[in-house]
């Protein structure tokens, strides 16, 4: 069982930047898939990016410019967010993928306000 605890969540003003990450525990895969999701209420979960044990990033259309995923190891993913808009305010899960199963963190909250 993969444990993934995230932190970084806040209230940030439009425009300001925050930063996530998420350490995940439990799992001796060196080879996996970690990223993020988002989502606010009576809304579908949404893919924000995503990053494999190489590097390779993969953003979503919301994501792309303004957002950077990185990684320093197979088990710790950040989430650099810049430029925030309201329309980011969600709760932001993150995820890890490996060997066919998925695991989520219970989520931290985005809020972009002034």
């Known amino acids: 069982q993969v444990q993934l605890v995230e932190s970084g969540g806040g209230l940030v003003q439009p425009g300001g930047s925050l930063s996530l990450s998420c350490e995940a525990s439990?799992?001796?895969?060196?080879?996996?898939?970690m990223g993020w999701y988002r989502q606010t209420p009576g809304k579908e979960r949404e893919l924000v990016a995503s990053?494999?044990?190489?590097?390779?990033p993969i953003y979503s259309d919301v994501a792309k410019g303004r957002f950077t995923i990185s990684r320093d190891n197979a088990h710790t993913v950040y989430l650099q967010m810049t430029s925030l808009e309201p329309e980011d305010t969600a709760v932001y899960y993150c995820?890890?993928?490996?060997?066919?199963?998925?695991?989520r963190g219970k989520g931290t909250q985005v809020t972009v306000s002034s």
């Open positions: 995820f890890h993928y490996s060997g066919g199963n998925e695991y």
């Open positions: 990053i494999t044990t190489g590097g390779r």
């Open positions: 439990g799992s001796s895969d060196m080879i996996n898939v």
